[in-house]
T-cell receptor
């Protein structure tokens, strides 16, 4: 049973460019959450997708957008990259329709984005 | 606002010594609490979680944590540390939004070094 997978592993971009990160959830999971982890900090919630819609959003600008596909995989898009967007981007999957332990989130290895 | 505080940025222990990592939370309702571990270049792995019931929670790799509501704490412990436990440890609280679906609010992490 494959866990959460993310691609690419590493990415280098320059300021002003756009980037797309991809995530495939754990088998059987229907909900994908994205987190940004800056160096030396804990992960911060960006947004969560369920049934192909953004269900909740953290304190991130509109430059950060996402998408969820019918197979539950997800993309994170960041436009007009800034130096401060350099971080590890983590994807987490879970079962979204129930509360309690069913909502446990399983994390992928992350995509390391460097903005020059 | 909900928050998680990990007072210790770095902790160094000798192999075989006991370990306690501190975590304090601020949350208006009964919290769902988690401890994750992150090794270099890896995603987050769940060590243990507290949803309800017994306040002493057992996890993987010999870790345990105790929920103390009166102190708003959820400290992680291990009786005897192994060199392979060197990693970054994150405490998190599950924040429930409408519909009962959670996002995770993380502390800044504690980096554990183990001396032979």
């Amino acid at each position: 049973d494959a866990g959460v997978t993310q691609s690419p592993t590493h990415l280098i971009k320059t300021r002003g460019q756009q980037v797309t990160l991809r995530c495939s959830p754990k088998s059987g999971h229907d909900t994908v959450s994205w987190y940004q982890q800056a160096l030396g900090q804990g992960p911060q919630f960006i947004f969560q997708y369920y049934e192909e819609e953004e269900r909740q959003r953290g304190n991130f600008p509109d430059r950060f957008s996402g998408h969820q596909f019918p197979n539950y995989s997800s993309e994170l898009n960041v436009n007009a990259l800034l130096l401060g967007d350099s971080a590890l981007y983590l994807c987490a999957s879970s079962l979204g329709a129930f509360g309690g332990s069913a909502n446990e989130q399983f994390f992928g290895p992350g995509t390391r984005l460097t903005v020059l | 606002a909900q928050s998680v505080t990990q007072p210790d940025i770095h902790i160094t222990v000798s192999e075989g010594a006991s370990l306690e990592l501190r975590c304090n939370y601020s949350y208006g309702a009964t919290p769902y609490l988690f401890w994750y571990v992150q090794s270099p270049g890896q995603g987050l792995q769940l060590l243990l979680k507290y949803f309800s019931g017994d306040t002493l929670v057992q996890g993987i790799k010999g870790f345990e944590a105790e929920f103390k509501r009166s102190q708003s704490s959820f400290n992680l412990r291990k009786p005897s540390v192994h060199w392979s436990d060197a990693a970054e440890y994150f405490c998190a609280v599950g924040d429930w939004f409408s519909g009962g679906y959670n996002k995770l609010i993380f502390g800044a992490g504690t980096r554990l070094a183990v001396h032979p």
